[in-house]
């Protein structure tokens, strides 16, 4: 029998009828065919020409009438195989297929589970504890990663519980979603948790309830934190401790949490290269927050986060994205903090703020400039000022929005007309255009010649 043949066959036969499910389960099949090839081409076999010209005719038939292949694959392929597939329920299910399949599921390195019913269905509640509490217990291998996500189904017992099973597992990476069935229950982060040494990356999301902070040191091996819907109002000096506890973080990450209305949010992290603070709820997170990390390289701030903002010590930063909704008379210290910035992403009416009120508001590095704005509030006289204290940077992009947060002065009213344009622009880029002449074209003279760029993406990127 021929090699080409041989894999031919192969290829048709490694998903025969008994392992069709399987194909149809796997949400990403190209990396399942990926995978398949690299086990047929010699990543794992090895096989030489002469093993396929050395098969028999038995073998060939063997294979035309539908053999099981599949289950021949070294336990590693089949485990990268149940790994693709979409829930830990349906990795579980492969074990009916054989007896060889019965313990594959063991191996799996990562866990996911999600309660998904109603919280009064009894019979389902205990159901998935269950569930839980069998898979954790029989793992055979150490646990790369849960995510575990039961809301308000349990209470923090039971959850405590399955996170110090996942603990004794060695996990390196934990995705809690989950708040205690009393209402006005806290969440405190379990003990054996904070003194996991094989944690590496940590996400909670718990809906708003407060957060019980730890008063010990530990994390020592965490480098990515992300925290999400979590109410920090507890104490801002035992967050900031919070914070500097951690000798490897390198990601942090909040997501709508907020502190107490007139607190400070004081992030001094010595190894950390990304932050993003995100808001997406209509009051602010807190008074001001201040960032003082000498590694940051990849900085996001965006919503209604804070009435002032710091920054110090960024001499390692690169990019950034600062566009928060503004409020009142918002303070800001952007330099010299962001001053060896790369490329920058910011709010035209917040940057001109922080220009103005700085006395060298130089950025020597400055390659790519994206100011974001209002319609209603952008003037070519404003870009123009700013632009003269960059006159080196290489990329421009100018994004208009719909809907405008900063002062009303600077709003345009019904029956309003601004000057946009200036006789020295040659070339415009409008971004998300919608194939509708826009109407400051039409008011151009048509002796002025001008580059008109127009795309059609979504959203422009520095």
Same mark, same amino acid.
């Given at each position: 029998?021929?090699?080409? =043949? &041989?894999?031919?066959?192969?290829?048709? %036969?490694?998903?025969?009828?008994?392992?069709?499910?399987?194909? /149809? %389960?796997? #949400?990403?099949?190209?990396?399942?065919? =990926?995978?398949?090839?690299?086990?047929?081409?010699?990543?794992?076999?090895?096989?030489?020409?002469?093993?396929?010209?050395?098969?028999?005719?038995? *073998?060939?038939?063997?294979?035309?009438?539908?053999?099981?292949?599949?289950?021949?694959?070294?336990?590693?392929?089949?485990?990268?195989?149940?790994?693709?597939?979409?829930?830990?329920?349906?990795?579980?299910?492969?074990?009916?297929?054989?007896?060889?399949?019965?313990?594959?599921?063991?191996?799996?390195?990562?866990?996911?589970?999600?309660?998904?019913?109603?919280?009064?269905?009894?019979?389902?509640?205990?159901?998935? @504890?269950?569930?839980?509490?069998?898979?954790?217990?029989?793992?055979?291998?150490?646990?790369?990663?849960?995510?575990?996500?039961?809301?308000?189904?349990?209470?923090?017992?039971?959850?405590?519980?399955? !996170?110090?099973?996942?603990? $004794?597992?060695?996990? +390196?990476?934990?995705?809690?979603?989950?708040?205690?069935?009393?209402?006005?229950?806290?969440?405190?982060?379990?003990?054996?948790?904070?003194?996991?040494?094989?944690?590496?990356?940590?996400?909670?999301?718990?809906?708003?309830?407060?957060?019980?902070?730890p008063n010990i040191t530990g994390f020592q091996a965490l480098r990515h934190l992300r925290l999400t819907y979590v109410d920090?109002?507890?104490?801002?000096?035992?967050?900031?401790? /919070?914070?500097?506890?951690?000798?490897?973080?390198?990601?942090?990450?909040?997501?709508?949490?907020?502190?107490?209305?007139?607190?400070?949010? &004081?992030?001094?992290?010595? =190894?950390?290269?990304?932050?993003?603070?995100?808001?997406?709820?209509?009051?602010?997170?807190?008074?001001?927050? %201040?960032?003082?990390?000498? @590694?940051?390289?990849?900085?996001? #701030?965006?919503?209604? #986060?804070?009435?002032?903002?710091? /920054? *110090?010590?960024?001499?390692?930063?690169?990019?950034?994205? !600062?566009?928060? +909704?503004? !409020?009142?008379?918002? +303070?800001?210290?952007?330099?010299?903090?962001?001053?060896?910035?790369?490329?920058?992403?910011?709010?035209?009416y917040f940057f001109s703020q922080c220009v103005y009120a700085a006395r060298d508001p130089a950025l020597p590095n400055l =390659? $790519?400039?994206?100011?974001?704005?209002?319609?209603?509030? /952008?003037?070519?006289?404003?870009?123009?000022?700013?632009?003269?204290?960059?006159? @080196?940077?290489?990329?421009?992009?100018?994004?208009? @929005?719909?809907?405008? &947060?900063?002062?009303?002065?600077?709003?345009?009213?019904?029956?309003?007309?601004?000057?946009?344009? $200036?006789?020295?622009?040659?070339?415009?880029?409008?971004?998300?255009y919608n194939g509708e002449k826009p109407k400051l074209v039409s008011d151009w003279q048509e002796d002025i010649y001008m *580059?008109?760029?127009?795309?059609?993406? $979504?959203?422009?990127? !520095?």
């Amino acid at each position: 029998m021929s090699v080409l =043949k &041989y894999k031919r066959c192969l290829v048709h %036969k490694l998903v025969s009828k008994p392992w069709m499910w399987l194909s /149809f %389960k796997i #949400l990403n099949l190209h990396h399942l065919r =990926k995978l398949l090839k690299i086990w047929m081409f010699g990543g794992f076999l090895k096989l030489e020409d002469a093993n396929f010209t050395a098969m028999n005719k038995s *073998e060939a038939s063997k294979c035309e009438d539908g053999v099981d292949l599949i289950s021949n694959m070294p336990d590693s392929i089949l485990v990268l195989i149940l790994s693709l597939l979409s829930s830990t329920e349906e990795v579980i299910r492969s074990s009916i297929l054989s007896r060889r399949w019965r313990y594959l599921w063991t191996s799996i390195p990562s866990l996911d589970l999600f309660s998904r019913f109603h919280r009064e269905d009894k019979f389902k509640k205990d159901e998935f @504890k269950d569930f839980v509490f069998w898979v954790l217990a029989n793992r055979s291998v150490d646990l790369d990663c849960l995510h575990l996500g039961c809301f308000d189904h349990y209470t923090l017992s039971t959850v405590r519980r399955w !996170i110090h099973m996942a603990v $004794t597992r060695n996990v +390196k990476q934990l995705q809690l979603m989950f708040y205690p069935e009393d209402e006005d229950g806290d969440v405190e982060i379990p003990h054996c948790l904070v003194t996991c040494g094989s944690l590496e990356i940590l996400g909670l999301n718990v809906s708003y309830r407060s957060l019980r902070l730890p008063n010990i040191t530990g994390f020592q091996a965490l480098r990515h934190l992300r925290l999400t819907y979590v109410d920090l109002s507890i104490d801002s000096d035992l967050v900031k401790g /919070f914070l500097e506890s951690f000798p490897l973080l390198e990601g942090l990450i909040f997501i709508s949490c907020f502190l107490n209305e007139r607190d400070l949010l &004081y992030i001094s992290c010595p =190894k950390l290269k990304i932050l993003r603070i995100e808001n997406e709820n209509d009051e602010l997170m807190c008074d001001s927050i %201040k960032i003082c990390c000498p @590694k940051l390289v990849d900085l996001e #701030l965006r919503g209604l #986060l804070a009435n002032n903002f710091f /920054f *110090e010590c960024l001499d390692s930063l690169n990019k950034a994205e !600062i566009e928060p +909704k503004l !409020i009142g008379n918002i +303070k800001s210290v952007l330099f010299p903090g962001i001053s060896h910035v790369e490329h920058l992403w910011i709010d035209l009416y917040f940057f001109s703020q922080c220009v103005y009120a700085a006395r060298d508001p130089a950025l020597p590095n400055l =390659k $790519t400039l994206a100011l974001t704005t209002g319609v209603d509030a /952008f003037t070519m006289d404003e870009l123009i000022r700013i632009l003269k204290y960059y006159p @080196k940077v290489e990329s421009l992009q100018l994004i208009l @929005k719909e809907k405008f &947060y900063g002062p009303e002065e600077w709003e345009l009213h019904e029956g309003e007309a601004r000057r946009l344009m $200036t006789p020295d622009v040659k070339r415009v880029e409008l971004f998300e255009y919608n194939g509708e002449k826009p109407k400051l074209v039409s008011d151009w003279q048509e002796d002025i010649y001008m *580059e008109m760029v127009f795309s059609w993406g $979504t959203k422009a990127k !520095i």
